[in-house]
């Protein structure tokens, strides 16, 4: 816990420049700091409501949800690809960890630092465009732009390798997720998804996640793997 306190000089260099006017336009509000999943999120991204599957993605979460009751319980050991083959979490599920992540900004991008995997996602803010036909990735390809007081991003390009979410929720290639990332609160911040995957889902779905802010937090070390290795699969099985 002492090492999270030590500062980070990143941080404190990202959060002085995105209060710069000169580049206040490229920057946005400030979403800077250490953050977590706050209580009262689980492991899906809308625990109220059964997204409207296509018959073969039902078929794939039935089987992931064979024997399991708890509907907020973390779809079977077996099946999960983060734990069968120490995959990358992938987006958006990495979203869901309750693992703390970082966001730094800085001119034409935006830095999301998980301490998970030691993950980096990219969020391009300069007008940059992703591939017309990208090559299907972990992350997937993010570009944003400033909407009033939140992030808006767009993410496509995502590989089918991974769930959606730590219930088992499949998705295609096809997927395509909305956020709406926006500080509510000094300590607050809150994401609203929008998630498109015509070849999954029949129609359009949403989800929200909130997180609580860490003052002063450091992202530490951590791989999957080699905590795996070291400490067996109970590790893994307490993840979301």
Same mark, same amino acid.
């Given at each position: 816990m @002492?090492?999270r306190l030590i500062?980070?000089t990143?941080?404190v260099?990202?959060?002085t420049?995105?209060?710069?006017?000169?580049?206040?336009?490229?920057t946005?509000?400030?979403?800077?700091g250490?953050w977590? =999943?706050?209580?009262g999120?689980? =492991?899906?991204?809308n625990?109220k409501?059964?997204p409207?599957?296509q018959?073969?993605?039902?078929?794939?979460? =039935?089987?992931?949800?064979?024997?399991i009751?708890?509907?907020?319980q973390?779809?079977?050991d077996?099946l999960?690809?983060?734990?069968?083959s120490?995959a990358p979490?992938?987006?958006?599920r990495?979203?869901?960890?309750?693992?703390?992540f970082?966001?730094?900004?800085i001119p034409?991008r935006v830095?999301m630092?998980?301490?998970w995997d030691h993950?980096?996602?990219?969020i391009?803010t300069?007008?940059?465009?992703?591939?017309?036909?990208?090559?299907?990735?972990?992350?997937?390809y993010?570009?944003?732009r400033w909407d009033r007081?939140a992030l808006?991003?767009?993410?496509?390009?995502?590989?089918d390798?991974?769930?959606?979410d730590?219930?088992?929720?499949?998705h295609s290639?096809?997927?395509?997720?909305?956020?709406r990332? @926006?500080?509510?609160?000094?300590?607050?911040?809150?994401?609203?998804?929008?998630?498109d995957?015509p070849?999954?889902?029949?129609?359009?779905?949403?989800?929200?996640v909130g997180?609580q =802010?860490m003052?002063?937090?450091q992202?530490?070390?951590?791989?999957?793997c080699e905590?795996?290795?070291?400490?067996?699969d109970?590790?893994?099985k307490?993840?979301?």
């Amino acid at each position: 816990m @002492r090492d999270r306190l030590i500062a980070s000089t990143l941080a404190v260099a990202a959060m002085t420049l995105a209060f710069s006017p000169a580049v206040f336009a490229q920057t946005g509000p400030d979403l800077s700091g250490g953050w977590v =999943r706050a209580q009262g999120y689980g =492991r899906s991204f809308n625990p109220k409501e059964a997204p409207p599957m296509q018959p073969w993605a039902a078929e794939r979460f =039935r089987a992931v949800r064979e024997g399991i009751t708890d509907p907020n319980q973390q779809g079977r050991d077996e099946l999960d690809p983060v734990i069968t083959s120490c995959a990358p979490v992938g987006m958006p599920r990495i979203m869901l960890y309750p693992r703390a992540f970082e966001i730094i900004q800085i001119p034409g991008r935006v830095l999301m630092l998980f301490e998970w995997d030691h993950i980096v996602r990219q969020i391009f803010t300069n007008g940059q465009k992703p591939p017309d036909d990208p090559d299907p990735i972990w992350l997937g390809y993010s570009t944003g732009r400033w909407d009033r007081d939140a992030l808006v991003v767009d993410t496509i390009g995502l590989t089918d390798q991974t769930w959606l979410d730590s219930v088992g929720h499949p998705h295609s290639d096809a997927l395509k997720v909305v956020e709406r990332i @926006r500080r509510v609160g000094a300590d607050t911040l809150e994401i609203d998804f929008t998630f498109d995957d015509p070849k999954a889902y029949t129609k359009p779905w949403t989800g929200k996640v909130g997180y609580q =802010r860490m003052p002063g937090w450091q992202i530490l070390e951590h791989f999957a793997c080699e905590n795996k290795e070291l400490y067996g699969d109970a590790l893994l099985k307490g993840t979301p």
